[in-house]
């Protein structure tokens, strides 16, 4: 398995609850991505790590959304207190390095706030 | 002002026939485009990509196609096959950090046997 690898691929919760989200991208790629794909919607930049950079976090919409990536593979994005709007397809994406084209995708996980 | 628009949710084509998807940008200083093709459950799939130095970009059935002057770029599928029935976004990255995609809202594409 070469490609990006995104688990849990479901999630339900209730609102209120915290989520983690994690990602597993390419071997050797060094830049990873945060999107998140709401219904009927472009995918919207969320957090951007590229080695040992510090990320940017810029596309983060409010301070209950937070993402570490360790040993620079392996990503986790966590939702705080999770709501209702937060209900989404979180994608995420690596790349070989910084700011080259094309990203690589997992498949996502649904995240359901109840 | 930096958006990528594609205005039709939706395009219904008859199998063998040419399907086109349009994509209009806002910014003038976009440099570089992508098409990622994205079925159900799953993720984008990077597709065909064109720079602002070209006004055309072929691979096998897929042409993409650049106007910068009026900021608007096609994708051609010929012909269209049943396994192209999926949802195609354009995608440009931000001028001012490169990897960051702005992405259109993407079309559903329906190929009709």
């Known amino acids: 398995g070469a490609g990006v690898s995104q688990s849990p691929s479901n999630k339900v919760t209730e609102k209120g609850k915290d989520v983690e989200l994690r990602c597993d991208p390419i071997s050797g790629h060094t830049a990873l991505y945060w999107y998140r794909q709401s219904l009927g919607q472009g995918l919207e930049f969320l957090i951007y790590f590229q080695g040992n950079s510090a990320p940017d976090k810029s596309g983060l919409p409010s301070d209950r959304f937070s993402a570490e990536r360790t040993g620079g593979s392996v990503s986790t994005l966590t939702i705080q207190r999770t709501q209702q709007e937060d209900s989404a397809v979180y994608l995420c994406a690596s790349s070989n390095r910084q700011g080259q084209q094309p990203q690589h995708f997992g498949d996502g996980t649904r995240l359901s706030i109840l | 002002d930096q958006q990528v628009k594609q205005n039709s949710p939706s395009l219904s084509v008859q199998e063998g026939r040419i399907s086109i998807l349009n994509c209009d940008y806002t910014?003038?200083?976009?440099?570089?485009f992508l098409w990622y093709k994205k079925y159900p459950a799953e993720g984008p799939t990077f597709l065909i990509s064109i720079s602002s130095i070209k006004d055309k970009n072929e691979d096998g059935r897929f042409t993409v196609f650049l106007n910068k002057s009026a900021k608007h770029l096609s994708l051609h599928i010929v012909p269209s096959q049943p396994g192209d029935s999926a949802v195609y976004f354009c995608?440009?990255?931000?001028?001012?950090?490169?990897?960051?995609?702005?992405w259109g809202a993407g079309t559903k594409l329906i190929i009709k046997p």
């Open positions: 995608a440009a990255p931000t001028p001012d950090s490169n990897y960051q995609l702005i």
């Open positions: 910014n003038s200083m976009f440099d570089y």
